[in-house]
């Protein structure tokens, strides 16, 4: 049946915020930015894996009424939503001082894990990000 997950799709309040934080600040690359004149099509990937693209979307009509919009960016500013994105990283420690120094705000510093270290943060919307240094 199915061979991939090819696109995950996040919620963002404002789209070029979004690429300043995602492109910008943690080094992830547009795999396609279109004007679809109901919405706009944003997607980033980490570079080299254009196979899986995260959706940076902005809620609203069409999918969803202004009135439930409007709820969704309420529980998104809260970080209610639960939604997650996980990276990996060959150097935990060394990705989170990169990010840092670049102006990330981090929830949980480099912790070691049964798995590998790994740590959080939250993108300007209230998405919590991860990223972690598996046990090789």
Known sequence: MFNAITHSQIYVL???QALDFYVGKLGLEVNADVDMGFMRWLT???PGHPDRQVLLEKPGPPAMS???AEQVRELLTKGALGSALILTTDDCRKTYETLLARGVEFTDEPTERPYGI??????PFGNHLRFTQLKG
């Open 14 to 16: 404002d789209q070029d």
């Open 44 to 46: 980033v990937s980490v």
């Open 66 to 68: 202004e009135e439930t």
């Open 118 to 123: 790994d740590c959080g943060l939250r993108d």
